[in-house]
């Protein structure tokens, strides 16, 4: 059973900047696809950016395409997401996420999720 568990984080002011974690226990992740996906109070789960296991293909929800960056250590067993000029309305918990199904959009096969981390940007 794959553990995943997100850190990193917080409050930020519009602008800034955070880089969140994830980091799996127990069995590896090393070939799965891994996601992050995010929500918001009131709103539906929505894609973020994902990663592919073959090849390390990326794509990012039009929303932070140039702004966010996904990437990965399967030595580590980690994945983190980069978000630079974060705006008010990146407000959401994030949600890591992998994988082994098909990598096609919405859900990208995600079947391992964890639970979560909340990012608030203030204005």
């Known amino acids: 059973q794959v553990q995943l568990v997100e850190s990193g984080g917080g409050l930020v002011q519009a602008g800034g900047s955070l880089r969140l974690s994830c980091a799996a226990s127990?069995?590896?992740?090393?070939?799965?696809?891994m996601g992050w996906f995010r929500q918001a109070p009131g709103k539906e789960r929505e894609f973020v950016a994902v990663?592919?296991?073959?090849?390390?293909?990326?794509y990012y929800a039009e929303s932070v395409k140039g702004r966010f960056t996904i990437s990965r250590d399967n030595a580590k067993n980690t994945v983190y997401l980069q978000m630079n000029s974060l705006k008010p309305e990146d407000t959401a918990v994030y949600y890591c996420?992998?994988?082994?199904?098909?990598?096609?959009?919405?859900?990208?096969?995600?079947?391992?999720w964890g639970k979560g981390t909340l990012v608030t940007v203030s204005s």
């Open positions: 996420a992998g994988g082994q199904g098909g990598f096609q959009s919405p859900g990208y096969g995600m079947e391992f």
């Open positions: 127990g069995r590896t992740f090393s070939s799965y696809n």
């Open positions: 990663i592919s296991w073959v090849g390390s293909i990326t």
